[in-house]
């Protein structure tokens, strides 16, 4: 309770701070900020690779390991399906108009040099070349493939001294990373201070359009209805209390809402998962890697509703058929989006410059995106954690 109090108090301080727009005072927070966000995405790959590893070494030849990816599969599916519902639901029932043609040509300056993804070429990058790039690189996605592989295969070699050497030396290292994260988090208030400080600047500035108050209305609530409806009621189901599981996870849920980055979080929601919501550490350190990388709800209803919003410019007929078919179009490009910086924006970009609709519409959002981006990541922490909840609690 003591450090949820500190956490608000520094969300409103920072708000203030951004509320005075003082340019010495903004670049000060802005470079806090990049900081920290630094520092976590430093701890997010080793804690991928390690918790995915030494998980997976630990039981690997058990039944457990394909019980709990089963669990999480399912609770990922189900979640960011009914997340992109949602979203087209609400696509429907407040209908955002289309925008004025001077406000696209805009746009189309906005994305003229925005980089354009291939499926093909990010599938081929996901296989690594070598065991160094993909941490170089950042790509959780090959970073869970070598993990995967080399924790099957501790978890097959034959029990032997070298074996417990290997295992006990990643145990160790992990136990120091979490430490290090434990020290993190201690100082973190300052860093909320910052995020919130550059949120109140943001908004201050105007940076969210009136023109595109429908779409994003859209969008936000979207978000807002998974987290606190769609998500309680799954936990309901299982049995699990929604309001007790947010207020345990709740410093990785604001970590996400400021950092922008389910990866950079990822440290963060671990720590939170076991240490406060005492999920089992085997459920936590195999789940939660796994839903960083696959389990994007918010991801999903961007992709949905803002793939429909640049196909209703181009003046394209958005019958239930075309509708229904994005929708499943958008699930399966979340759960594939990990590892992409700004991914779902770029993801969205790639799939209207396949269809030849009018991308530039998606340069007029890109002024907004940091916002509306800030509220996915949120969600996506959130649905996370509510995701290892209900696994855990299967399991037990």
């Known amino acids: 309770m003591k450090q949820t109090l500190i956490w608000i108090g520094a969300l ?3 708000a203030i701070l951004g509320l005075l727009q003082a340019d010495w005072l903004n670049q000060l927070t802005d470079y806090v900020a990049v900081v920290y966000t630094r520092l976590f995405q430093l701890l997010a790959v080793p804690t991928i690779v390690l918790a ?5 070494a630990s039981f690997g030849k058990g039944q457990g390991t394909g019980r709990i990816f089963r669990h999480t599969v399912t609770y990922t ?7 992109a519902a949602v979203g087209l639901l609400l696509y429907v029932l407040i209908a955002p108009g289309n925008l004025p043609s001077d406000a696209v040509n805009v746009g189309q300056e906005a994305v003229a040099d925005a980089p354009q ?3 093909r070429s990010h599938i081929i990058s996901l296989v690594p070349n070598n065991i160094v790039r993909p941490f170089l690189d ?3 996605l090959s970073l869970l493939l070598l993990a995967a592989a080399l924790g ?4 097959r070699m034959p029990e032997s001294d070298n074996k417990t050497a290997v295992v006990r030396l990643l145990l160790g290292l992990q136990e120091l990373l979490f430490m290090l994260i434990r020290g993190l988090i201690w100082t973190l208030p300052v860093g909320i201070v910052a995020f919130a400080a550059q949120l109140s600047a943001q908004l201050t500035a105007g940076v969210v359009a009136d023109s595109l108050g429908r779409y994003v209305a859209v969008v936000l609530a979207g978000n807002v209805l998974q987290f606190s409806v769609v998500l309680p009621l799954f936990l309901l189901l299982r049995g699990l209390n929604p309001v007790r599981t947010l207020a345990k996870m709740m410093p990785a849920v604001l970590m996400a809402l400021f950092s922008k980055s389910s ?5 963060v929601t671990i720590q939170c998962a076991e240490e406060r919501l005492k999920a089992d550490p085997k459920v936590a350190r195999f789940v939660l890697p796994i839903c960083t990388t696959i389990n994007m709800n918010g991801c999903a209803a961007f992709i949905l509703v803002t793939s429909l919003f640049v196909m209703q410019q181009g003046g394209v007929e958005l019958t239930w058929t075309t509708m229904l078919t994005w929708l499943v179009i958008s699930v399966l490009s979340a759960i594939g989006n990990a590892g992409v910086p700004m991914g779902c924006y770029f993801l969205t970009l790639s799939l209207m410059s396949g269809i030849d609709a009018s991308v530039a519409v998606l340069g007029i959002i890109l002024p907004i995106y940091t916002i509306i981006d800030m ?12 995701v290892c909840a209900m696994t855990d609690n299967d399991l037990k």
């Open 138 to 140: 950042g790509n959780v």
């Open 263 to 267: 990866a950079a979080t990822l440290p």
């Open 375 to 386: 509220v996915e990541t949120a969600v996506n922490v959130w649905s996370d954690s509510c």
């Open 52 to 56: 995915v590893t030494t998980t997976l």
């Open 152 to 155: 099957f295969g501790l978890s």
């Open 12 to 14: 409103i301080v920072g």
């Open 77 to 83: 599916l189900l979640t960011t399906t009914v997340a």
């Open 117 to 119: 993804l291939s499926y």
